[in-house]
């Protein structure tokens, strides 16, 4: 490496060390978890599916106690169906489908938004596993828009639980996404989700960081 | 139909009626175009493809001479294929295969967010017609985000060609998108243009309306 290049190089690292400072010193700048589409199940439904008590930890999540699982199943619509979609974990008290409205298309599903756990009007669909299918009457959705945060964090931002808020993103698909559902839970870590069709549509990536606007 | 029905028929659209004509009195909200992922063929690959001097014309689009044509292509990336991708007709100077971000990850293509029609930095991609396959070095691009105006109406709403804007879109999943390119030509009808990606992520349809802010 020449001595011009490592001059510059020094230059680029700090200067994205102090802007990545500068917004970890903003409790509004929370990052970013970009969900792609995903399975939640019943102990039930893991037992028909898989002939499992428990799933099978692949990889840790950012929020504590959530993890994907080494389980796929395939997701059966109208129209066409999804193989190899990644079952998370643990185990949730009612089975559920999170699509993007894309993949709603291709699926030929109409599933409305949602808050996740919220089924009454979740759509019909059905779920494979390598040792049956399911039916559910109630189980797709797309998952509705929300940010995670401690109730310490919620606090500091003069938020509470269910309060909503706009988010605003940097870059060249940048802008500002409404009524994101404030998620508050004791080992919350801070974190807005977004589904794929939102992340890509924004221009943002898993670990960028948005910017908390009281709506 | 009872005349409790009849009477909250007509207060409902009474006041649909109001808001559309709020919103058509208003300039700055724009009919919002929604694009799937289309082709745009020269004459030559044309030629190549369907061994046709033109295309047929399957429907009218908004912009006055631009149209959906009958002719299907498969667009090929490293990961997957595309099967019945539109061609939009007229034909271009040069071929390009306009994808979501979505579309992008499918395929396994790495395309850059371009203004249609600069494909300096467009990502290679191949192209399938009945009579054969051609190989674009640089054809594949996400759209970047437009709204199309006349000269006058450009000139109503204070701005020129290639200025940038930003629209808001309501609704559960409403925001505001921001780094809109305008595009000003003679016969240009107001029309926003989003990709399926964006529509799907701020929750908007074809035909819905977006309210232009100055950056």
């Known amino acids: 490496m020449s001595q011009l290049d490592a001059g510059a190089l020094v230059e680029e690292i700090t200067s994205k060390v102090i802007a990545r400072l500068q917004i970890l010193q903003d409790p509004a700048q929370i990052v970013l978890g970009v969900s792609n589409r995903h399975v939640h199940l019943s102990h039930d439904d893991l037992k028909t599916l898989f002939g499992l008590d428990e799933l099978a930890l692949y990889r840790k999540v950012r929020q504590p ?10 997701v059966h619509g109208p129209k066409k169906s999804f193989q190899k979609v990644r079952v998370m974990g643990p185990c949730r008290a009612k089975s559920q489908v999170e699509l993007s409205r894309t993949d709603c298309y291709t699926l030929g599903v ?17 779920i494979e596993g390598p040792l049956g299918r399911i039916h559910l009457e109630h189980g797709a959705l797309v998952a509705a828009r929300h940010v995670h945060m401690s109730p310490s964090g919620a ?32 080992d ?28």
């Open 65 to 74: 106690g959530e993890f994907a699982a080494e389980q796929f199943v395939t």
């Open 110 to 126: 109409k599933a409305p938004v949602l808050q996740s756990g919220h089924l009454d009007e979740a759509a019909p669909i059905d």
């Open 155 to 186: 606090r500091e931002l003069g938020l509470a639980d269910q309060d909503t808020v706009s988010v605003e993103f940097g870059g060249l698909r940048g802008g500002r996404l409404d009524n994101f559902i404030i998620r508050v839970k004791d």
């Open 188 to 215: 919350f870590i801070p974190e807005i989700h977004l589904d794929t069709d939102e992340a890509n549509g924004i221009g943002a990536l898993q670990g960028d960081f948005g910017r908390l606007i009281k709506e």
